[in-house]
């Protein structure tokens, strides 16, 4: 990979398996927080309601209806707070199925169990931001760089599987990214054809004909994968290697 961007004595950055608390999680972790935090004013207030109640009653006093339904005041904090707590869970199994690259720590985080073939591409991928990152071609304050990191990436990461499928006669490799990149590139041409009002070719639209129309924006890495395949296509593979070392202009 280091000779298909050029690149040399760039220091490798550590491994580690996908953990909650790695760096890549915080929101995960802060939808987990906002639902506990939710859930305990909920029980806080069952708890309170039900002391009030059992006051009443020791007094002598017959609860009102009302006095007997406050309970269901926790109700209020309660929904959204299992709506935070199952959001998070789905994210987290989604995550802990992927990798992602903590940067701070120059570190790759990658799924455990998922496979050799996975696990090699998954690395390749957030080894690419790495490089990224190293060379200065990586997230800034003044401008956000988003779809081209995951694009680039992407589009490195086709021509290892490429490269991988051949020298190892293992399709599976090139099975990866042709699972997740067609998808992305079909998403996104049907989300452009509904944006401006274009009929889709329906063999193209339908398989991601769904997931165009649920959203309203795409990834980072759908946009970046559908814009950088046309990039390539007019500058060639050498763009690839331009781009870290800043020769790359990007059209405006």
């Not at 992602?100 to 169990?113: D, F, M, N, R, V």
């Not at 060379?135 to 290892?160: D, Q």
């Not at 004909?209 to 390539?232: D, I, M, P, Q, W």
Request: charged share 20%.
């Amino acid at each position: 990979m280091d000779a298909l961007l050029e690149v040399t004595d760039i220091q490798e950055p550590s491994l580690s398996s996908f953990g909650l608390f790695d760096g890549t999680n915080k929101d995960i972790i802060r939808m987990y927080v906002a639902g506990a935090g939710y859930l305990a004013g909920a029980v806080g207030i069952g708890i309170g309601t039900r002391l009030w109640k059992a006051h009443v009653v020791k007094k002598g006093k017959k609860p009102s209806l009302m006095a007997r339904r406050v309970f269901l005041l926790d109700i209020i904090p309660a929904v959204p707070g299992g709506f935070q707590i199952i959001k998070g869970a789905m994210h987290h199994k989604i995550r802990s199925n992927d990798a992602g690259y903590i940067s701070a720590t120059e570190e790759l985080s990658y799924p455990p169990g998922v496979g050799k073939v996975r696990t090699e591409m998954f690395l390749a991928h957030e080894y690419v931001h790495h490089v990224q990152k190293v060379m200065g071609f990586y997230h800034r304050k003044s401008i956000n760089l988003g779809i081209a990191l995951e694009g680039h990436a992407r589009c490195v990461g086709k021509h290892i599987a490429t490269l991988y499928s051949r020298e190892r006669d293992n399709p599976a490799y090139l099975y990866h990214y042709l699972s997740a990149g067609v998808l992305e590139l079909a998403t996104a041409y049907v989300w452009l054809c509904n944006r401006f009002k274009v009929t889709p070719d329906a063999k193209l639209a339908e398989p991601a004909e769904k997931f165009a129309e649920e959203t309203s924006e795409l990834s980072l890495h759908t946009l970046g994968n559908a814009l950088f395949k046309v990039y390539e296509r007019a500058k060639g593979r050498q763009m690839l290697a331009d781009i870290v070392y800043g020769r790359f202009a990007f059209p405006t």
